[in-house]
């Protein structure tokens, strides 16, 4: 077995057990998350809102969609505060069971055919929690990964919760995919609820490998030691507020310019340039699947090299393809639709890979699970909750023209870029030392 932090953990734990459970877990959290924005840029309009124009009614959906994204910072303090105190594990089990309940419950909703405006209001409750859940698993899954891993190699097992995006995203789009080979009227009528239904076998799932694994040596450690913070986000905002801002815009692009990618560009492409819905459906999956193999490649870069170069050359390459992403698309021919969402999540993942190791180490342990959280949870809130939205209302805006959404997501990608670079880089950091602002010298190495 691999030793942590200079401990065998032989027999409690290994790195790679953690890694697995941190990735099936967080891959079914977001695949719960991801269903909703499927579900928004197909079928929610008409269901939820049946009155409205189908782009007015697509905004409607959206703006739901972005409930979520408001409710994350909340999740990111509360499990923060708890997952700084108590511990990471027991947080991660609350907010798999929190997702799990509400995902179920938005396959079983009435839709406002059936109970008017109370339709749309549930909806949007349930959202929040969804948002309440995804925004405390995020920073718990990152940490347990991270600080069970030697040194050296916390960018690749670090980077295991992360490639749970893209197969969240995937199991959710090839769900849909099945679920829309049925009739119009039968995907209307209840086929749209199975991928919200088939939650809680996932989530039964998730839960029994969550509850094999134990605390990590590093909170264990502060644990110990008596050194918990009292109140770890006053603590965060008082010493690290710098770094909460700097992680919330190193993900800027695998945020809002994701949703940008894989939820506004299935409403564009279907209704706006008339591509099949399953034409587009594909490209997300393979956007998922490209995203999933560069994860683990640029984490692992970044182990050699660091998460700044890795990170900021990925987030240039983001900005730069945002406008031949929106030409490839409007050739409306099938293989360059698919080449474009291959390369831009490729890119994508060079940002997202390392990201996880490199917010997690920007923070001391006592107070991680608070910083890390906040900084990506505030991300989630300025970059993505609206990110669709946005999108929609440029190209509406614009008589349909692409390219003001194209200069969006170059701009989100711009964002990811300079906060990489104007961060201390930390790859070779001791992940049971002190603050990055504290150890300058450690940027070269």
């Known amino acids: 077995m691999e030793s942590v932090g200079g401990e065998d953990v032989g027999q409690r734990t290994s790195v790679r057990e953690v890694a697995v459970a ?65 511990g990471r594990k027991s947080m991660l089990v609350m907010t ?16 406002y055919e059936s109970i008017g405006i109370w339709a749309p209001i549930l909806l949007v409750i349930l959202r929040f929690l969804q948002g309440v859940a995804v925004g405390g698993e995020w920073g718990g899954a990152v940490l347990m990964a991270v600080e069970y891993s030697p040194e050296g190699r916390r960018g690749f097992y670090g980077s295991w919760p992360q490639m749970g995006s893209p197969i969240g995203l995937f199991l959710s789009t090839i769900v849909f995919f099945l679920a829309s080979l049925l009739s119009q009227d039968q995907f209307l009528a209840w086929g749209w609820r199975l991928p919200f239904l088939f939650s809680i076998v996932l989530v039964g799932v998730g839960l029994f490998i969550r509850l094999r694994i134990l605390e990590t040596p590093a909170f264990n450690r502060v644990k110990e030691g008596g050194s918990e913070a009292r109140l770890p986000m006053i603590d965060v905002l008082r010493n690290d507020l710098k770094n909460v801002l700097l992680a919330t815009a190193i993900v800027f692009v695998t945020i809002g310019g994701f949703y940008v990618v894989t939820t506004f560009t299935l409403s564009y492409g279907t209704e706006t340039l008339g591509i099949s819905r399953n034409i587009m459906l594909v490209g997300v999956i393979i956007a998922a699947i490209s995203e999933f193999v560069s994860i683990p490649l640029f984490a692992a870069l970044s182990d050699r090299v660091g998460r700044r ?34 390369a831009i999540a490729f890119a994508m993942g060079g940002v997202y890979g390392p990201a996880s190791s490199f917010i997690a180490e920007l923070f001391d342990t006592h107070v991680r699970y608070s910083g890390a959280s906040l900084g990506y949870q505030l991300s989630g809130v300025l970059s993505g909750a609206f990110a669709p939205l946005i999108a929609t ?31 201390v880089e930390t790859y070779r950091s001791d992940i049971y030392g002190g603050r990055p602002h504290d150890r300058e010298a450690i940027v070269e190495g």
């Open 22 to 86: 941190s990735l099936i877990g967080t891959a079914i959290e977001w695949y719960d998350f991801f269903i909703f924005g499927t579900a928004a840029a197909l079928v929610f309009g008409q269901l939820f809102f049946p009155s409205a124009e189908p782009i007015i009614g697509t905004l409607y959906s959206f703006a739901i969609f972005g409930v979520a994204f408001i409710a994350r910072p909340l999740g990111g303090i509360v499990f923060g505060h708890y997952g700084d105190k108590i």
């Open 96 to 111: 798999l069971l929190i997702m799990g309940v509400a995902t179920t419950l938005m396959g079983l909703l009435p839709t």
């Open 309 to 342: 170069p890795v990170i900021t050359w990925s987030a240039a390459v983001c900005t730069l393809f945002a406008f031949p992403f929106f030409w490839l698309l409007e050739t409306r021919s099938t293989g360059l639709i698919w080449l474009a969402f291959a």
């Open 393 to 423: 209302a440029l190209l509406a805006s614009f008589g349909g023209a692409s390219w003001p959404v194209a200069l969006y997501l170059a701009a989100l990608a711009l964002v990811s870029l300079v906060g990489a670079y104007l961060a």
